[in-house]
């Protein structure tokens, strides 16, 4: 195999074709790191580019028989490989890669204020259905965040009488919802 190390690419190609096919194991030991490097250079993304390259190295093997051995195998293998990474960008030319150094800072959390906003609109919904004397006091809890004592104070009424509404509008909101 020492022998085989020292042949040109073109000339491993050639074996490779007529009578030895483990040997383009060599020619992949001799481009993986730079083909990888030269995807990610233009992907942006060392996952895709590993994708990518290893994708390349499946298409030159199968079609082995279309590459011109007087020609440089180097040329070949690194223009499959930017086929390869032209055929990912226009698959994905919607998707904008978001580099490691990019850090956007933010305390807020998207995904728990859109389930938020999706709960509240849920029970607004359920809440026009229930009286008033059952919505109000719901409402002031769990959507405007409300504690007992201050709708006890907004309402005038025991905070004993506003834990007693609060749990009897949420047995009627549990019904009309699952109704809806």
């Not at 994708?51 to 180097?74: G, H, P, R």
Request: include cysteine; charged fraction near 35%.
């Amino acid at each position: 195999m020492k022998a085989n190390e020292e042949l040109s690419d073109e000339e491993i190609i050639e074996k490779v074709r007529t009578s030895d096919k483990d040997l383009y194991a060599l020619i992949i030991n001799r481009y993986q790191k730079k083909l990888i490097r030269y995807a990610n250079n233009l992907i942006k993304n060392e996952e895709k580019a590993i994708d990518i390259v290893q994708e390349s190295f499946i298409k030159a093997f199968i079609n082995l028989n279309s590459f011109d051995t007087k020609k440089k195998f180097s040329s070949w293998i690194y223009r499959i490989v930017h086929n390869q990474v032209e055929n990912i960008r226009k698959k994905y030319k919607q998707e904008t890669p978001l580099l490691e150094e990019w850090d956007f800072e933010s305390k807020d959390d998207i995904e728990k204020d859109f389930e938020q906003k999706e709960t509240i609109e849920k029970v607004e919904k359920c809440l026009k259905e229930i009286p008033l004397i059952y919505s109000e006091p719901i409402s002031l809890y769990y959507i405007d965040e409300k504690s007992y004592e201050e709708i006890s104070d907004i309402l005038k009424i025991p905070m004993g009488t506003v834990a007693t509404r609060i749990n009897r509008a949420k047995i009627i909101i549990k019904k009309i919802c699952q109704k809806n």
